[in-house]
């Protein structure tokens, strides 16, 4: 650990249990237990000081297989495979309320880890993922088939079975480690299936952590391992290897189509939740002002390193300059500091590679003609930190509307009539999210059958539920996590059908 990164643990007084883990030997999580040894590791930066914080193994092919491995014995071992579905709830429910109890500990590794703010850090990446568990846990006991009547000749007894999909390969994106990761795999382990996660290289030490309280609950070894290093090596070694029934990522479209590649050669079923490029339908008879404080939430929240950022504004041209004005009064009060400050608002972006990629986006967007608009001031020193950016782009056609730039920035455009509105948001190849704001319930409904997005908000955005089912259609993937939709696609069906 640098001076500068410890200097900061002590300013804030970082958790002894934070301390003490950072301290560890690096290692995997295979089969129950930490596998630490001598080899090639990757360094863990802190973005606000960009000073070296930890180190995490890389993880080699033989470690993979081991993973993958243990997940399979697992699956088809008595004690997880016949686990009565009360112990399984006791279960999950005893990771939620470990996860509640170190709530403090995980919101300060992942804030280390990928500089988040640290209280929406706490409410909605750690308490958030702990209440996922929860929703899922209530699910347990929904696992049956059902008995049908059939047309066959005779009379036969038919009926389905949903068996637990199997060894389910988990690839977790860096912008919400630990949230991504419980959206990974709290549905699946309801389910009964067995897993092996593949956080980040560049945050994964909250899923690390994950998977000590989930040892401590008791869960059976093997049914969760963790293995780390970059998704080139490891990630692409999970997406096509033989032992893994099926994968779920998130990430970006380039990647995903990488991973889609690999388990479609292995005849895998999975999930993809990928970019976003996430439109705000802002009518004429819009409360200006809440939109303009949903962007908090909904552009400048975690960087605005969030797949389903509202990135694009289409505003009736009768309040577009008014539009302009409220939101980029909302990016200049920003609070933009160190993440472990309790006021801070927006951290630093999570690596030097993607602080450049966002600010290159925003330079060409200027010689492109756009207007740029910046927000709140930096603070000084070192940190990979990047300002909240309003962009008035001269076209649809323009990159900054069409290519997701994952950052504090925004594009406003206007419109003349509702169809153009609708037109407008279409014209993207994502698909992932999508809010309309109006006072008129015909508009907005008509609006919401319109919009190609996997999640319509009316009046609001980023507002999520468990219950909900997250996923979009077009370039932004297929497949769903949360809800229980997701819970239904851990399982495969089969029909049984007996002659009487």
């Known amino acids: 650990m640098d001076k500068v990164v410890g200097e900061l643990l002590q300013q804030f007084a970082v958790d002894p249990a934070v301390l003490a883990f950072l301290a560890r030997e690096p290692a995997l999580f295979i089969d129950g237990e930490w596998v630490a040894r001598k080899g090639p590791t990757l360094p863990v930066y802190e973005p606000s000081t960009t000073g070296r914080l930890a180190s995490i193994l890389e993880a080699q092919p033989a470690e993979v297989d081991q993973a993958v491995a243990a997940a399979r014995r697992a699956f088809e071992s008595p004690v997880w495979r016949d686990m009565k579905p009360n112990e399984r709830q006791r279960l999950l429910l005893r990771i939620a309320d470990l996860m509640e109890a170190e709530a403090n500990v995980l919101a300060q590794l992942e804030t280390l880890d990928s500089g988040k703010a640290i209280g929406p850090c706490l409410a909605i990446d750690v308490l958030g993922s702990a209440d996922l568990v929860r929703f899922m846990a209530g699910l347990v006991f929904e696992n049956g088939g059902e008995v049908l009547k059939v047309s066959a000749p005779g009379k036969p007894f038919a009926m389905t079975l949903r068996e637990p999909a199997g060894v389910i390969a988990c690839i977790v994106p860096w912008n919400f480690p630990l949230n991504t990761a419980l959206w990974k795999a709290a549905a699946p382990l309801a389910a009964g299936c067995t897993l ?71 005849v895998k079923p999975l999930t993809l939740e990928l970019g976003g490029k996430s439109p705000m339908i802002a009518f004429a008879d819009a409360d200006i002002e ?62 030097a590679e993607h602080q450049a990629r966002v600010r290159g986006y925003v330079e060409r967007a200027g010689a ?3 207007k740029v608009m910046p927000g709140a001031a930096l603070p000084g020193g070192k940190g990979w930190y990047l300002q909240p950016t309003v962009l008035l782009p001269k076209s649809q056609s323009d990159e900054c509307v069409q290519q997701e730039i994952f950052g504090p920035v925004v594009a406003i455009l206007p419109f003349d009539s509702d169809d153009e509105a609708i037109r407008l948001a279409n014209d993207c190849e994502y698909a992932l999210a999508a809010s309309i704001w109006t006072r008129d319930l015909n508009r907005a409904f008509d609006a919401v059958r319109r919009v190609q997005a996997g999640t319509v908000w009316v009046n609001t955005h980023e507002l999520g539920d468990n219950a909900l089912p997250f996923g979009g259609f077009k370039r932004s993937g297929f497949g769903k996590d949360l809800g229980r939709e997701q819970f239904d696609e851990c399982f495969n069906a089969k029909a049984v059908l007996i002659a009487m």
């Not at 994950?210 to 692409?236: E, H, S, W």
């Not at 909904?298 to 041209?317: E, H, T």
Request: hydrophobic share 45%.
């Open 290 to 351: 809440a939109l303009a404080a949903a962007t908090r939430q909904s552009v400048f929240f975690n960087v605005g390193q969030v797949c389903s950022a509202g990135s694009r504004i289409y505003a009736d041209r009768r309040i577009f300059d008014r539009v302009v004005d409220a939101v980029s009064a909302v990016a200049a009060s920003i609070r933009i500091g160190p993440p472990l400050d309790p006021a801070c608002e927006m951290g630093p972006a999570c690596t």
């Open 196 to 266: 092996v996660i593949k956080p980040d290289h560049n945050t994964s030490l909250s899923t690390l952590y994950f998977a000590d309280i989930c040892r401590r609950a008791g869960l059976p070894a093997g049914v969760l391992n963790v293995v780390t290093g970059q998704g080139a090596t490891v990630g692409a070694a999970l997406a096509a290897h033989p032992g893994v029934d099926r994968v779920t990522f998130t990430g970006s479209t380039v990647t995903g189509r990488q991973i889609g590649a690999a388990a479609g050669a292995g």
């Open 368 to 370: 492109q003609g756009a």
